[in-house]
C-alpha cells in the first residue's frame, strides 16, 4: 500500500472514530484528496487527535505520524496536556524515542541522528558530549550524513534524513564558512587554522553545504586543503568514493564554477572520470528544477579537455534520443545544439537556431531607451577597496568624452559626444556605517522617479556584496557586469532578476585590472552608438593584457556568449 494510500486511510479512520464521538461527519475523501497537501492533512489529524486523545485509533496515528512527521509528534508530545501523555505512553520504539527527546531542552539537537536512535546505532549518551563542542559535533553530522548516503544509494531512506541535512548545512555556516569568510583579509594561516584538523570527507561537505555561502576564495581554500591532505594522483576517486557520491553533481558545479573541475578530473583515473561526467549529464529531467541541466550547461563551459568534451556530447546524444518525454527531449535538444554550437566547425548559429535573442552581441537599440538614451548604474561599496576602486573608475572618464557630475551620495558621469550614455554610480561611503547601501538606495529612488531605467548594470566590489547588488538589480537590465570573485557562481539569480540578460562574471579572482577596461570599451562603443559585439571587445581586450597576472585573471572572465548556462535558460524558456 502507498503511504498516500495509507494516509488517507488513517486519516479517514480518525476523522470517521473522532467525528462519531463529537456528533460530526463532515469529512469526506474529497476534501482529503483534493484540499489539503500531505502535510497539511497530518495537521489535521493531530488537531482532530489533540481534541479527543482517547481514540481507539490514537495510538496508531501517532506511530505512523512519528514516520512521516516526527517534529510534529515532538512539538505534541512536549505539549502537556493529555495528548502529550497519550504521546509519552506509546509502545513504539520510535514514539519513545521522540517522547524522550520532548523532555530535554536540547531535545532537537539529537533530530538528525533520530534514525540511528531509533535503531540503536547512537544513543542519547554517546551523542551527549559531541553537543558542547562544535567541532565534535559537524564531525558527528558528516559521520551520520556520510553513513546515511550509502543506505540512500539502496533506496534504504533514513528517518528526518532532511533534518540531519539542515543541521549540517547550519553547521558548515556558522561553525567554518562564516569565519573562513570573515577573515578574507588575514594571512591563509590564520584564516584556515579552524578547518586543520577536518578530514578530507568533512572539508567535502563544508564545501557543498557552504555553496551558497562561501567566497571564492574560501572555497579554493577548502578545496586546496581537501586535495592536499589526500596526496593522491587518484584523490578524486578516493574523496567521491567515500562520500559514496553524496551530493557529488554539486561539487562538480562548485569545481566548474571556480575553475578547479579539469584539476579535479586529472585526479580520477581516465575511465573513473568518464564515467563520473556521463552519471553527470543523465537524468537531468528527472529533477522539478533545471539546476542540473544548468549545472551541466555551465560544466561543459569550463572543460578544456576534447576528449571530455566529446564524451559530453555523445551523452547527451544518447539521452536526447533515448528520451520519452517532451521535457527530457527538450533539455537534451536544447543542451545538444549549445554544445555543438562552441565549435566553430560545426557553423551553427545559435540565435537563430534556437531562436532566442542574440547572443553573440547586444543591439545598441535593445539599450537606448525612448529618447535614445542608454542609462547604466554602478553598485560599489565603502570596504577597504572600494574608494581605490572608485577613483580609478572616475579616473578613466576624465577626458574630453565624458562629463562628471558629483552628488552628495552618488556621481553622473554624461557623454558629451555621440549618442547619449550617461552612468550613475554610487559613492563607497563608509560600509561600517551602512552610508554606502543608503547611497545606493537613494540613487535607486532617484532613477525610478525620473523614469530612468538601467539596461546595464554593474556590480563592484568583493563576492560577498554581491548578493545586495543581486537585490537590488533593476529588471531592465539587459546586460549585468559581475566584477566580483566567482561571480559566474551567481548566473541563476542574476537570470531571475533578469531574463534574458547577457552576463559577463568571473569564475575566480574579481579585479578592477579587467573589470575597468570591460566597463570603458562597452561606454566607449556605445558612446559611438556600436552594438556591444562581444567577440570583438574580447579580442580587444586580450590584446591589452600582455603580462601573465593580468592574462590569466581575464581568462578566468566568462563573456556572454560563452555562458552556456544563461544561454540554455533562455531558450528553455522561449
Known amino acids: 500500500m502507498s503511504r498516500l494510500k495509507f494516509v488517507l486511510i488513517c486519516c479517514l479512520l480518525v476523522e470517521f472514530c473522532l467525528g462519531q464521538e463529537n456528533g460530526n461527519q463532515s469529512v469526506t475523501y474529497k476534501s482529503w484528496s483534493e484540499n489539503s497537501s500531505e502535510k497539511q492533512r497530518i495537521d489535521k489529524i493531530m488537531q482532530s487527535l489533540s481534541r479527543n486523545p482517547y481514540s481507539p485509533t490514537a495510538d496508531s496515528i501517532i506511530k505512523y505520524v512519528a514516520r512521516i512527521d516526527p517534529d510534529k509528534i515532538y512539538t505534541y508530545a512536549a505539549a502537556g496536556n493529555?495528548?502529550?501523555?497519550?504521546?509519552?505512553?506509546?509502545?513504539?520504539?520510535?514514539?519513545?524515542?521522540?517522547?524522550?527527546?520532548?523532555?530535554?531542552?536540547?531535545?532537537?539537537?539529537?533530530?538528525?541522528?533520530?534514525?540511528?536512535?531509533?535503531?540503536?546505532?547512537?544513543?542519547?549518551?554517546?551523542?551527549?558530549?559531541?553537543?558542547?563542542?562544535?567541532?565534535?559535533?559537524?564531525?558527528?553530522?558528516?559521520?551520520?550524513?556520510?553513513?546515511?548516503?550509502?543506505?540512500?544509494?539502496?533506496?534504504?531512506?533514513?528517518?528526518?534524513?532532511?533534518?540531519?541535512?539542515?543541521?549540517?548545512?547550519?553547521?558548515?555556516?556558522?561553525?567554518?564558512?562564516?569565519?573562513?569568510?570573515?577573515?578574507?583579509?588575514?594571512?591563509?594561516?590564520v584564516r584556515f587554522r579552524k578547518i586543520q584538523n577536518l578530514s578530507p570527507v568533512e572539508l567535502y561537505y563544508l564545501a557543498v553545504m557552504g555553496a551558497d555561502d562561501i567566497y571564492t576564495s574560501s572555497y579554493l581554500g577548502v578545496y586546496k586543503r581537501l586535495m592536499d591532505k589526500m596526496s593522491s594522483k587518484t584523490a578524486g576517486d578516493e574523496i567521491l568514493q567515500a562520500v559514496n557520491y553524496d551530493y557529488f553533481k554539486k561539487w562538480l558545479r562548485l569545481a566548474a564554477s571556480y575553475n578547479t573541475l579539469d584539476d579535479f578530473l586529472k585526479h580520477m583515473s581516465a575511465e573513473n572520470a568518464n564515467t563520473l561526467m556521463r552519471n553527470f549529464v543523465r537524468g537531468l529531467d528527472k529533477t522539478a528544477s533545471l539546476e542540473d541541466a544548468v549545472d551541466v550547461a555551465d560544466s561543459y563551459a569550463s572543460i578544456s579537455n576534447p576528449e571530455l568534451q566529446l564524451l559530453i556530447i555523445t551523452e547527451v546524444q544518447e539521452n536526447m534520443n533515448a528520451a520519452t518525454s517532451d521535457r527530457a527531449k527538450r533539455i537534451y535538444s536544447l543542451l545538444n545544439t549549445i554544445f555543438l554550437s562552441k565549435d566553430p566547425a560545426n557553423n551553427i548559429d545559435i540565435t537563430k537556431e534556437l531562436n532566442i535573442p542574440p547572443v553573440y552581441n547586444m543591439p545598441f537599440e535593445r539599450l537606448a531607451d525612448a529618447s535614445g538614451r542608454v542609462i547604466i548604474e554602478q553598485f560599489i561599496y565603502g570596504d577597504e577597496i572600494g574608494p581605490t576602486d572608485f577613483a580609478e573608475f572616475l579616473s578613466t572618464f576624465r577626458n574630453s568624452n565624458w562629463k562628471i557630475v558629483s552628488k552628495p551620495q552618488w556621481v553622473e558621469i554624461s557623454s558629451t559626444k555621440g549618442k547619449k550614455v550617461i552612468i550613475y554610480a554610487n559613492k563607497p561611503l563608509d560600509n561600517k556605517k551602512d552610508l554606502d547601501s543608503k547611497a545606493q538606495a537613494a540613487l535607486n529612488e532617484y532613477l525610478d522617479k525620473n523614469g530612468l531605467h538601467p539596461t546595464i548594470a554593474i556590480h563592484r566590489g568583493h563576492s560577498?556584496?554581491?548578493?545586495?547588488?543581486?537585490?537590488?538589480?533593476?529588471?531592465?537590465?539587459?546586460?549585468?557586469?559581475?566584477?566580483?570573485?566567482?561571480?559566474?557562481?551567481?548566473?541563476?539569480?542574476?537570470?531571475?532578476?533578469?531574463?534574458?540578460?547577457?552576463?559577463?562574471?568571473?569564475?575566480?579572482?574579481?579585479?578592477?585590472?579587467?573589470?575597468?577596461?570591460?566597463?570603458?570599451?562597452?561606454?566607449?562603443?556605445?558612446?559611438?552608438?556600436?552594438?556591444?559585439?562581444?567577440?570583438?571587445?574580447?579580442?580587444?581586450?586580450?590584446?591589452?593584457?600582455?603580462?601573465?597576472v593580468s592574462r590569466d585573471r581575464f581568462e578566468d572572465y566568462v563573456p556572454p556568449y560563452k555562458n552556456l548556462g544563461a544561454i540554455f535558460m533562455t531558450a528553455y524558456n522561449k
Not at 573562513?180 to 594561516?189: E, K, V
Not at 557586469?481 to 541563476?492: E, K, R
Open 82 to 189: 493529555n495528548l502529550s501523555y497519550k504521546i509519552r505512553s506509546n509502545n513504539d520504539p520510535l514514539v519513545r524515542v521522540i517522547a524522550k527527546l520532548s523532555t530535554m531542552k536540547t531535545g532537537r539537537m539529537f533530530f538528525p541522528f533520530l534514525d540511528d536512535l531509533y535503531t540503536g546505532k547512537q544513543t542519547i549518551a554517546s551523542i551527549e558530549p559531541a553537543l558542547k563542542n562544535d567541532e565534535k559535533y559537524y564531525k558527528l553530522l558528516v559521520a551520520t550524513q556520510k553513513a546515511y548516503a550509502e543506505r540512500l544509494k539502496n533506496n534504504d531512506v533514513p528517518i528526518e534524513h532532511e533534518s540531519l541535512t539542515k543541521k549540517l548545512k547550519q553547521k558548515a555556516v556558522e561553525i567554518y564558512v562564516n569565519e573562513i569568510n570573515g577573515l578574507h583579509n588575514s594571512p591563509d594561516a
Open 464 to 548: 560577498y556584496h554581491v548578493r545586495s547588488t543581486i537585490e537590488q538589480l533593476p529588471s531592465s537590465a539587459k546586460v549585468v557586469l559581475l566584477g566580483s570573485c566567482g561571480g559566474y557562481q551567481n548566473l541563476n539569480d542574476v537570470f531571475k532578476a533578469c531574463p534574458q540578460s547577457h552576463i559577463i562574471a568571473t569564475k575566480q579572482t574579481g579585479t578592477a585590472l579587467v573589470t575597468q577596461p570591460i566597463i570603458n570599451l562597452m561606454a566607449d562603443d556605445l558612446r559611438e552608438g556600436k552594438d556591444l559585439n562581444w567577440p570583438a571587445i574580447w579580442k580587444e581586450l586580450n590584446a591589452k593584457f600582455k603580462d601573465k
